[in-house]
């Protein structure tokens, strides 16, 4: 299988997006982890979702310090009218201990527009505790591109940056992510059949680009609609090769400096 095959060069890929506290690994994530570690994805990110999550994933950390690399932050589908005390939740949380970005935050207007105030006043909050800390930020977009540009935009005065997560825009979109510092994430979007990755990323080539997986969500073909895993991040490496016309070798070169660099890991 192609993920066998790549994964015997061993080369070092970093997942920048893996939600891997879920009850979805419950039955087997020691086994899973490891296995992911073995295939050569020695780093994973893992960005936190709100304050039901927080104790599963720094348990996971703790027992992986080497591997696992916690976020703080609020994502914006559980944003309500009360956001503000999960705010000083990520706050206190992010005083106690030592976290790699903040994050997963941003504007999800897919679900449900009802709290657009509300996620872009706790997306906006978030953004300012990262420039404090000097961390970078993972955005959540869903049919939000320009509600969130707009707010970084605002807020970009040297001291931001961050990425993207599970990009989903065209070259010009990408282009914009770019100027103003912040990179994109590719994900199993990249494998499926109906998406126009593959060109953007055919433009815009590496330099600004992270690899995730977006786990258990979004697994890339061949095992689309399955549960997904970290192990998988060499599917969408190879493929994102292909895309670019480069060697898996200089993707995973690339893409871990990127991750390196921004996580500081």
């Known amino acids: 299988m192609e993920v066998h095959t790549f994964a015997k060069k061993l080369l070092m890929l970093i997942d920048t997006h893996a939600h891997l506290y879920t009850g979805e690994f419950d039955t087997d994530r020691n086994e ?32 992986y310090p080497d591997n696992c690399f916690p976020l703080i932050g609020l994502h914006p589908t559980s944003v309500t009218p009360d956001y503000k005390s999960q705010i000083t939740l990520v706050e206190k949380w992010l005083s106690d201990r030592k976290f790699y970005g903040i994050g997963e935050i941003g504007i999800d207007l897919y679900w449900d527009k009802s709290y657009l105030k509300e996620q872009e006043e706790a997306f906006r909050y978030q953004v300012k505790i990262a420039k404090s800390a000097n961390l ?11 509600e969130v540009m707009k707010i970084i935009e605002e807020e ?96 995973a070169r690339i893409t871990t400096e990127n991750a390196e660099r921004l996580f500081g890991i």
């Open 136 to 146: 970078p930020i993972v955005i959540h977009v869903r049919d939000s591109f320009q």
């Open 156 to 251: 970009q005065d040297g001291l931001l940056t961050g990425v993207f997560h599970c990009f989903s825009g065209d070259a010009e979109d990408a282009q914009k992510v770019f100027d103003l510092g912040f990179y994109i994430g590719i994900g199993g979007v990249v494998t499926f059949k109906n998406t126009n990755l593959r060109e953007v990323l055919k433009e815009t080539g590496l330099k600004h680009v992270v690899l995730e997986t977006d786990a258990p969500y979004l697994a890339p073909v061949p095992y689309r609609g399955k549960r997904n895993e970290s192990s998988y991040l060499s599917i969408i490496a190879a493929r994102v090769a292909e895309a670019t016309g480069t060697s898996e070798m200089e993707v």
């Open 32 to 63: 899973m982890i490891e296995r992911t570690i073995q295939s050569g994805i020695k780093k994973m990110i893992l960005p936190n979702i709100d304050e039901s999550s927080i104790e599963g994933m720094l348990s996971l950390s703790d027992q």
